[in-house]
């Protein structure tokens, strides 16, 4: 006898992604979050008029994220940022440098002596092209060593991987994700979006559809403990539990395995993931000092600004919302105060004058951007667990740490809408159940 076909623990992307898709399919779905609120990483919240993300978010349109969104009806409002020239912006040396991804750019910028622009106008072309540029197993240093010998395409493809990935790492990670990663931020079918109103759009709309198919969504239930019983037994913090055959992990690795500390692919896993972070500083504005400062990006430091507000809804009428963010290295010894003071002073170079127009702030100094780096020594992607458990029928896991799809969202969107598709047709071809008890996750 079971209560539900699907449970689905972990309220952020990747569950609901799951929750929505086995819904779909026809399932009964009872999804477990922990916090007051769905979204995880992907909730907004408003202060004084301004749509405060956790941290700085873009979307991708065409990547599995926004697919998944499309084929569950779900149409983004978002808008694409302006980054001609004169928006545009590399820093080295504390100094603005107009950015070279154009002719004209190429040609005016004074980030590179004359005798460099050839080898960084054949690199950029060469970034266009695919498959991937790197050998496997080098790490991102190899890769773009291989790339170029010019000191001048080195440092600026290493601020394009951190800008496209987060990850600041390149003696750890996977050279071939990262460049895959780099070349898809340059396809002419995949460009990046900012969501009006935050990302609380794209979570409300996803609960929705969820919904709509008849999940349950129970927020604020722990999931405690996960028991493999005739079908799979799910206790929560509030004493209840509910069974079925299927059940759905979206959860950091190591929250899954306290969970399930016998399944030894989550052990391998939680073993094996080196979390990334970034320092987050966002600056609610009531009008942007400099305007067409849009984008400014480090060469010599790992720190980038962005105005988000200038293509989507997050600000009120005249203001602007400013993200700063400050690339963070494995292992290195955070300091609250001086990442602070490292990003207003950033803010201060590309945008001088920010601080008498102050109407809302927030401080992330140590932001989980995603819970596993891919890391070359392990294969890159290759070397993350598969959505299905081995060993464990019935048993799925999903989030940006699983599965070969790329990183971020997409890898969150694409690994949720695989375990909740395959949790569904597992609990289908187990059929012979009671009707599920509603009562058990009564709001």
Same mark, same amino acid.
């Given at each position: 006898?079971?209560?539900?076909?699907?449970?689905?623990?972990?309220?952020?992307?990747?569950?609901?992604?799951?929750?929505?898709?086995?819904?779909?399919?026809?399932?009964?779905?009872?999804?477990?979050?922990?916090?007051?609120?769905?979204?995880? #990483?992907?909730?907004?919240?408003?202060?004084?008029?301004?749509?405060?993300?956790?941290?700085?978010?873009?979307?991708?349109?065409?990547?599995?994220?926004?697919?998944?969104?499309?084929?569950?009806?779900?149409?983004?409002?978002?808008?694409?940022?302006?980054?001609?020239?004169?928006?545009?912006?590399?820093?080295?040396?504390?100094?603005?440098?107009?950015?070279?991804?154009?002719?004209?750019?190429?040609?005016?910028?004074?980030?590179?002596?004359?005798?460099?622009?050839?080898?960084? #106008?054949?690199?950029?072309?060469?970034?266009?092209?695919?498959?991937?540029?790197?050998?496997?197993?080098?790490?991102?240093?190899?890769?773009?060593?291989?790339?170029?010998?010019?000191?001048?395409?080195?440092?600026?493809?290493?601020?394009?991987?951190?800008?496209?990935?987060?990850?600041?790492?390149?003696?750890?990670?996977?050279?071939?994700?990262?460049?895959?990663?780099?070349?898809?931020?340059?396809?002419?079918?995949?460009?990046?979006?900012?969501?009006?109103?935050?990302?609380?759009?794209?979570?409300?709309?996803?609960?929705?559809?969820?919904?709509?198919?008849?999940?349950?969504?129970?927020?604020? #239930?722990?999931?405690?403990?996960?028991?493999?019983?005739?079908?799979?037994?799910?206790?929560?913090?509030?004493?209840?539990?509910?069974?079925?055959?299927?059940?759905?992990?979206?959860?950091?690795?190591?929250?899954?395995?306290?969970?399930?500390?016998?399944?030894?692919?989550?052990?391998?896993?939680?073993?094996?993931?080196?979390?990334?972070?970034?320092?987050?500083?966002?600056?609610?504005?009531?009008?942007?000092?400099?305007?067409?400062?849009?984008?400014?990006?480090?060469?010599?430091?790992?720190?980038?600004?962005?105005?988000?507000?200038?293509?989507?809804?997050?600000?009120?009428?005249? +203001?602007?919302?400013?993200?700063?963010?400050?690339?963070?290295?494995?292992?290195?010894?955070?300091?609250?105060?001086?990442?602070?003071?490292?990003?207003?002073?950033?803010?201060?170079?590309?945008?001088?004058?920010?601080?008498?127009?102050?109407?809302? #702030?927030?401080?992330?100094?140590?932001?989980?951007?995603?819970?596993?780096?891919?890391?070359?020594?392990?294969? +890159?992607?290759?070397?993350?667990?598969?959505?299905?458990?081995?060993?464990?029928?019935?048993?799925?896991?999903?989030?940006?740490?699983?599965?070969?799809?790329?990183?971020?969202?997409?890898?969150?969107?694409?690994?949720?809408?695989?375990?909740?598709?395959?949790?569904?047709?597992?609990?289908?071809?187990?059929?012979?159940?009671?009707?599920?008890?509603?009562?058990?996750?009564?709001?």
């Amino acid at each position: 006898m079971r209560d539900f076909d699907v449970i689905v623990a972990g309220g952020g992307l990747a569950g609901l992604c799951a929750a929505a898709f086995a819904s779909r399919a026809g399932a009964r779905v009872a999804l477990y979050e922990s916090s007051p609120d769905l979204g995880g #990483r992907a909730r907004t919240h408003i202060k004084e008029g301004y749509y405060f993300n956790y941290g700085a978010h873009a979307f991708y349109n065409g990547e599995a994220l926004d697919t998944a969104l499309r084929d569950l009806g779900i149409v983004p409002r978002a808008k694409a940022p302006n980054l001609t020239a004169g928006h545009f912006y590399f820093v080295r040396d504390r100094t603005l440098h107009l950015a070279p991804f154009s002719a004209s750019g190429l040609e005016q910028t004074t980030l590179y002596p004359a005798a460099a622009k050839p080898d960084v #106008r054949a690199a950029l072309a060469k970034l266009r092209k695919s498959p991937p540029v790197a050998r496997s197993g080098l790490s991102a240093r190899e890769a773009v060593e291989e790339f170029s010998p010019s000191s001048h395409v080195r440092e600026l493809i290493f601020a394009l991987f951190r800008v496209t990935s987060y990850i600041h790492d390149p003696d750890g990670a996977d050279g071939v994700t990262l460049f895959a990663q780099l070349q898809r931020s340059f396809s002419k079918t995949k460009s990046v979006l900012y969501v009006d109103d935050g990302w609380d759009q794209l979570v409300s709309a996803l609960a929705v559809r969820a919904e709509a198919g008849g999940c349950l969504l129970g927020v604020g #239930r722990r999931v405690t403990a996960i028991r493999q019983q005739q079908t799979w037994r799910v206790e929560s913090a509030d004493g209840n539990s509910v069974s079925a055959p299927a059940v759905v992990i979206a959860l950091p690795p190591r929250d899954a395995l306290e969970l399930l500390p016998y399944a030894e692919t989550i052990r391998v896993a939680a073993e094996r993931c080196v979390p990334v972070y970034a320092a987050c500083l966002d600056l609610g504005l009531s009008r942007l000092p400099e305007p067409r400062h849009q984008f400014a990006l480090g060469i010599d430091e790992p720190l980038y600004l962005s105005v988000h507000s200038q293509a989507a809804r997050l600000a009120p009428e005249g +203001g602007a919302l400013v993200h700063i963010v400050r690339y963070l290295e494995q292992d290195e010894d955070f300091d609250k105060a001086l990442l602070l003071a490292e990003l207003e002073s950033f803010a201060d170079l590309v945008q001088p004058g920010w601080r008498p127009h102050v109407r809302a #702030r927030q401080f992330l100094w140590k932001m989980p951007v995603t819970w596993s780096e891919p890391l070359a020594r392990f294969g +890159g992607l290759s070397g993350r667990p598969s959505v299905e458990v081995p060993d464990f029928s019935g048993l799925y896991i999903c989030g940006d740490w699983v599965g070969s799809h790329s990183l971020l969202a997409a890898a969150a969107a694409a690994s949720g809408r695989l375990a909740g598709e395959l949790a569904a047709a597992f609990a289908q071809e187990n059929q012979s159940s009671s009707a599920p008890s509603r009562s058990l996750l009564a709001m």
